[in-house]
């Protein structure tokens, strides 16, 4: 057994991708041993097998379809040989540093279910660090105000600068180190969800089982966002689309009784009032894309609702298909 298995699912990603292996094959760490692995999600295009020639120390795996970033990530796992794993977007570029630093934080505090670290863009400004599970409370914008401002000097406390590891409730799943054992006691990634959401349920889940979502601020990671999710108008809605999905799946897998029925209610007339306006701004202006799009988003939404009824699950349609 090597010390971290990375696994980085792509779709159509390629050109970050390239960079992000690039950096990875550049790594000759004598701290630690480790493997790559990429699972393609069946991009169909052709750049598979160049891949695998340009980079012949990398093992690439290719999915039987484009079956969801949680399907994506156990695919890689299932196939690791490491003791820990890091879970990557292609669209990040880490060093030896950064790498070695997150599985030292997991080594020696094993109540760390999950380890991150600070992200940063092209021009090094860092992405957001605080972050909290979906609630009622933070689900509607007047909550949300509510809420953070009874809340302000309790964040401001628990994530002053001086902090050198922060506890946010979640982890976004573009950087996600965890020991096998972790992944193995909370049962991997929950494929219930295609796209999005599956790093906030994960983290969720690993909160459950009593452990710690941990941010190290002494390291950083460039992740440059983006990618196969806005190739044009129908493709963006999409997965925009899937953004919505995923906040009912969420709710369906942690909340319950009275409250769940609330929130899935509150959400389902939110997100129709909401999408019906925009898709008619979309209708008058078609001819901007940023408005266009709605409409796609609009009829997604539809076909959704009409699904969940008649299959009796909140489960998106595409990641029922592997969930079966």
């Not at 090597?2 to 970050?16: E, R």
């Not at 950087?175 to 999005?196: A, C, H, R």
């Not at 899935?264 to 999408?275: D, H, M, P, V």
Request: glycine content about 6%.
């Amino acid at each position: 057994m090597i010390d971290i298995t990375i696994v980085i699912v792509n779709y159509k990603s390629w050109n970050a991708l390239s960079e992000c292996l690039e950096a990875l094959s550049a790594i000759e760490s004598t701290r630690f041993s480790f493997e790559t692995i990429v699972v393609d999600n069946c991009s169909n295009d052709g750049k598979f097998d160049t891949f695998k020639t340009q980079f012949p120390t990398i093992r690439f795996i290719e999915n039987n379809g484009n079956n969801g970033f949680a399907n994506g990530c156990n695919t890689g796992a299932k196939a690791a040989n490491g003791a820990y794993l890091l879970f990557l977007n292609p669209d990040t570029v880490a060093g030896e540093e950064a790498i070695y630093e997150l599985w030292q934080t997991a080594k020696n505090n094993t109540d760390f279910g999950i380890v991150t670290c600070t992200q940063v863009d092209a021009y090094d400004k860092k992405y957001k660090e605080i972050r909290f599970f979906p609630s009622l409370k933070t689900l509607f914008g007047p909550f949300r105000a509510l809420n953070r401002a009874f809340s302000k000097e309790t964040v401001q406390g628990n994530f002053s600068e001086d902090k050198n590891i922060v506890f946010p409730d979640w982890a976004t799943g573009a950087v996600i180190f965890m020991s096998k054992s972790w992944y193995q006691k909370i049962n991997g990634w929950n494929e219930k969800y295609w796209l999005y959401f599956e790093d906030v349920d994960i983290c969720k889940r690993v909160i459950n089982h009593h452990g710690k979502v941990a941010l190290i601020r002494n390291t950083s990671i460039l992740h440059k966002h983006g990618g196969a999710s806005r190739i044009n108008i129908k493709t963006k809605a999409l997965t925009k689309t899937e953004v919505l999905i995923s906040q009912h799946v969420y709710f369906q897998e942690h909340s319950q009784g009275l409250e769940r029925f609330v929130i899935q209610f509150l959400l389902l007339i939110t997100l129709l009032l909401e999408k019906t306006i925009l898709a008619i701004l979309g209708c008058l202006f078609f001819f901007i894309p940023k408005l266009k799009v709605n409409i796609f988003i609009f009829r997604n939404l539809i076909l959704y609702y009409i699904s969940a009824l008649s299959n009796g699950t909140w489960t998106s349609p595409r990641a029922t298909l592997y969930t079966k």
